[in-house]
């Protein structure tokens, strides 16, 4: 019996072959949001990336209403998420994707090549350790940006763990920063739980969220949380910065501070934090420091290796509280299709021009743990978050298969 969605998914792939005109397998309301060129120059993108569309492979029913399509192309099985109403597409949409014929050694290849320098590590943990199953620049300082954000959580884990603080003690919304996140607009010192300024500090990348609890938490224990995970060049990461002095000190107004800054040691930055005033926090803050590029990435930022992510990551792994593995797992950081295939998948990404890094901690369907921690810097132009995104996924991807080769979406 013929399956509701076969013919729909035909379409998809007739669509993709110019064998079919948008406005007969589409709905009038999907073409008003999605003008045919704008159609067009997606599905030339896919077959740039990806080659020349094959076949489907496999087509799974999520509603009445809705199913996920896998077609094949020549160098990927690229997953599609169809609307189907009175039996025309209502939606289309690119979910995920599996490169044929992919490696471990040609994903790390790829991010070896990658415009600037980039940095990987793959490993799996097993009961006595750590196994590193692919690695490139693993131990070379890289400017982190958000992921700086995973020692902040690991902090409040061991707080949390150790009595010191419980996830429903109450803070004020005490440090506003810019955004990302969404806490700069709320009211000043709106009352948050430790709990939901973690969650959003994580899952969102909420800046005022972050400084708040950076504030509350204090230097010295920062400081301490960073030398326990083992960081390699601890004095990178000390003082650990706000996101408003990150921002404030790569403003050219502030380049003297700056100078000053970078010349001193770790305790004389702390005391030019303290006491520096307000020049370093939002009302006098200048965001277009952003908007031209990559901007002082070698020298005002979070810096750590692949490697000393994945320390902080096993921590967390061998001992981190189960309300801590539940907020890293709220944002997966690929796409959902990629990311459901696996038992546990928690992530921490960073980006701004010129940087971008993705960290990992994965357990398999057949519960095998894997840490991944990329980055990728480069101080001349902004990096293709998109396809580093696309990297990690068949990097992930590649991981499951290793251990249930049959596994499909």
């Known amino acids: 019996m013929q399956n509701t969605f076969d013919k729909p998914a035909l379409d998809v792939l007739a669509l993709l072959q110019s064998t079919a005109e948008p406005a007969s397998i589409f709905t009038p309301s999907f073409l008003t949001a999605v003008p045919p060129d704008q159609l067009a120059a997606v599905i030339s993108g896919l077959r740039d990336q990806f080659g020349a569309p094959l076949a489907i492979d496999a087509i799974q029913p999520m509603d009445v209403r809705s199913a996920k399509v896998d077609v094949r192309f020549d160098k990927a099985v690229v997953t599609f998420t169809i609307g189907v109403l009175d039996g025309k597409l209502s939606g289309l949409f690119v979910t995920g994707s599996r490169t044929q014929g992919d490696t471990l050694e040609q994903v790390t290849t790829d991010i070896a090549a990658l415009p600037g320098r980039s940095g990987l590590i793959v490993q799996r943990l097993t009961g006595k350790g750590s196994e590193t199953i692919a690695s490139h620049n693993a131990d070379q300082r890289f400017a982190i940006a958000s992921v700086f ?107 003297a501070l700056r100078d000053r800054f970078l010349a001193a040691d770790d305790a004389g930055q702390t005391r030019i934090l303290a006491d520096v005033g307000d020049a370093l926090t939002l009302p006098r803050l200048d965001l277009s420091v952003y ?119």
Do not use: C
């Open 291 to 409: 908007t031209a590029g990559p901007n002082q990435i070698d020298t005002v930022e979070w810096f750590a290796s692949p490697q000393d992510i994945a320390r902080l990551l096993a921590m967390l792994e061998d001992d981190g509280d189960p309300a801590t593995r539940a907020i890293l797992k709220i944002n997966p950081g690929i796409a959902p299709v990629n990311a459901a295939r696996w038992a546990y998948l928690g992530y921490k990404g960073g980006s701004e021009p010129g940087i971008m890094a993705m960290s990992f901690l994965a357990r398999s369907r057949q519960n095998d743990r894997y840490i991944v921690s990329a980055v990728v810097n480069n101080p001349a132009a902004d990096i293709d978050q998109p396809g580093f995104i696309q990297l990690m996924a068949r990097l992930l991807d590649l991981l499951t298969a290793r251990d249930a080769p049959s596994t499909r979406p």
């Open 149 to 255: 954000k995973l020692y902040v959580l690991t902090e409040i884990d061991r707080a949390v763990r150790a009595g010191e603080r419980t996830w429903s003690d109450v803070l004020p919304l005490a440090q506003k920063s810019h955004p990302s996140g969404i806490t700069q607009d709320w009211p000043d010192n709106a009352p948050m739980t430790l709990q939901t300024l973690a969650t959003l500090m994580i899952s969102i990348s909420d800046n005022s969220a972050t400084d708040t609890l950076i504030a509350a938490i204090g230097q010295e224990k920062l400081e301490a949380i960073i030398r326990a995970s083992g960081h390699a060049r601890p004095s990178d990461m000390i003082p650990l910065l706000s996101t408003q002095a990150v921002t404030g000190l790569k403003m050219p107004a502030n380049a």
